[in-house]
């Protein structure tokens, strides 16, 4: 079987020593990074081979403290990122993230990791949850480690290789509409209500309108906190629904049926069918996460998905097929101006999105 790739961030627990060797690792890495960068946009060499013949060895006596394996991993990050804009020269904060890769990070058992530093290698503990041990049991490292330093705490990001799930045996389809005040809504008639985040996003809207307008170095670290905690709470809140569909059609034997959402805020079409006053909602939730969970959780779980074509699923009556704009009288209430048919409008979309995916 395939297997799924899965990214999992792990909070490290070092010592005061060992937190200064992190901190002072991290602090040259970028500054090779940066040298780097000055004589592949000089040079204008940005193929990692040709830039690795180029200036290992003067980056090496340079920054001597750097295993020489450190120093080949910043010449890769600075091509990596010479790949989005090379008319351009990069420049790299000296927090940026550490590229790890298995010649110099290994796992020790669960409850560390060793780290090559500027002070040689160091055990490092990290704080390991239930949900990590039932990810990181019996699994591999692929490919590479990012250590990040994020609000003075030290992080881990590791991709693991996990197995797909042995395919279930399926009887039935589960469709699921994504939307604004019902996040996702199942062909059963279950809601996953946007009400909680909704409403903290519109007080965040209003704080980050206030701090924008004062521009301060004080109330633009506020703006970043805000920002990541808006996003924490967004994968948490996806991570629970994703994980709440996939058991749900494990039960009932079903394929999960989702609409194929890909581009939906670039979507001029998309946009214009929705309320203005919704559209800030509409562009800044993570659809594409949630998906993505959704998508990895089932591969997991044995769980077939397929994706049906999105257009005119909140306008078309599931009861006779019949499509007209003037079908969804409001945001919440769908009633069919052919036969008469009335109910929740997501939960319509959800049995259209369903019998799309069994005619397909």
């Known amino acids: 079987m395939n297997g799924i790739l899965i990214t999992t961030k792990i909070k490290l627990l070092p010592k005061q020593e060992q937190y200064q060797a992190l901190k002072r690792t991290m602090e040259q890495f970028n500054q090779a990074c940066n040298r780097i960068s000055k004589i592949a946009y000089e040079s204008n060499c940005f193929s990692k081979v040709k830039l690795q013949q ?12 750097l295993s020489s ?35 110099i990070l290994s796992l020790k058992g669960l409850e560390n990791v060793s780290l090559a530093t500027v002070e040689g290698r160091i055990k490092v503990p990290m704080f390991i949850s239930g949900y990590h041990i039932s990810v990181m049991q ?21 991709v693991l290789e996990i197995h797909e799930g042995e395919r279930i045996n399926t009887s039935e389809v589960l469709g699921i509409d994504l939307g604004i005040v019902n ?23 209003r704080l980050r309108t206030k701090l924008q307008s004062k521009g301060t170095k004080a109330a633009k670290r506020r703006l970043q906190q805000r920002a990541r ?70 591969r997991m779980n044995g769980v077939p998905v397929v994706f049906v074509d999105p ?26 101006v052919s036969c008469g048919f009335v109910a929740n409008a997501d939960y319509n979309a959800s049995l259209n999105i369903r019998r799309r995916a069994i005619v397909s």
């Not at 996953?192 to 903290?200: E, P, Q, R, V, Y």
Request: net charge positive.
């Open 54 to 65: 180029l200036c290992y060895y003067p980056i090496r006596i340079e920054f001597e403290n």
């Open 69 to 103: 394996q450190l120093i080949i991993r910043a010449i890769a990050k600075v091509c990596e990122a010479y790949k989005l804009n090379k008319k351009t020269k990069c420049q790299f904060k000296l927090d940026g993230a550490i590229v790890y890769d298995q010649r």
């Open 138 to 158: 019996d699994r591999r490292i692929r490919g590479q480690a990012d250590l990040v330093f994020v609000n003075g705490v030290f992080y881990l990001l590791l």
């Open 183 to 205: 996040i996702a809504t199942d062909s059963k008639g279950e809601f996953f209500s946007g009400a909680k985040i909704n409403n903290l996003r519109k007080r965040y809207s």
């Open 229 to 298: 905690k808006e996003r924490r709470m967004a994968r948490d809140i996806n991570h629970c629904i994703s994980k709440n569909i996939v058991e749900k059609a494990q039960r009932h034997s079903s394929v999960i049926a989702l609409e194929n959402l890909n581009g939906i805020s670039k979507n001029k079409q998309k946009s214009k069918t929705v309320m203005k006053s919704q559209r800030q909602r509409l562009s800044r939730w993570s659809f594409f996460q949630l998906r993505q969970f959704i998508e990895y959780k089932a």
């Open 311 to 336: 257009k005119y699923t909140s306008q078309e009556c599931s009861s006779c097929g019949h499509t007209d704009k003037e079908n969804r009288k409001t945001q919440d209430q769908f009633e069919c």
